[in-house]
């Protein structure tokens, strides 16, 4: 069983930057691809971005894409999720998960594993 544990939220301004972590232990990380996901309040879950096992693929939304660089360190057990020129819409719970099928990257409903979230709170 794989566990995952995030970290690196907390309280940005507009057009700020964070970086969160998601550490994994236990199962092999490699063999997991890793999405983010985001819970606005009020909201459903969504989907921000995805990376491969291997890491050589990476998907986003239109949302995501150009504000939002996600990555993995295989050997380190970890995948981290840049963000820059944060907006107050960006304000959620942000998710780690992993998912052992890479074609379904995007449905929360699949996957396997998630972590406990982290919140990120950009103010205007």
């Known amino acids: 069983q794989v566990q995952l544990v995030e970290s690196g939220g907390g309280l940005v301004q507009a057009g700020g930057s964070l970086r969160l972590s998601c550490a994994a232990s236990?199962?092999?990380?490699?063999?997991?691809?890793m999405g983010w996901f985001r819970r606005a309040p009020g909201k459903e879950r969504k989907f921000v971005t995805g990376?491969?096992?291997?890491?050589?693929?990476?998907y986003y939304t239109d949302s995501s894409k150009g504000r939002f660089t996600i990555s993995r360190d295989n050997a380190k057990n970890t995948v981290y999720l840049q963000m820059n020129d944060l907006e107050p819409e960006d304000t959620a719970v942000y998710y780690c998960a992993a998912i052992l099928s890479e074609n379904r990257i995007t449905s929360w409903a699949e996957y396997d594993y998630w972590g406990q979230g982290t919140q990120v709170t950009v103010a205007s």
């Open positions: 990376i491969s096992g291997s890491g050589r693929t990476t």
């Open positions: 236990r199962g092999t990380f490699s063999s997991y691809a």
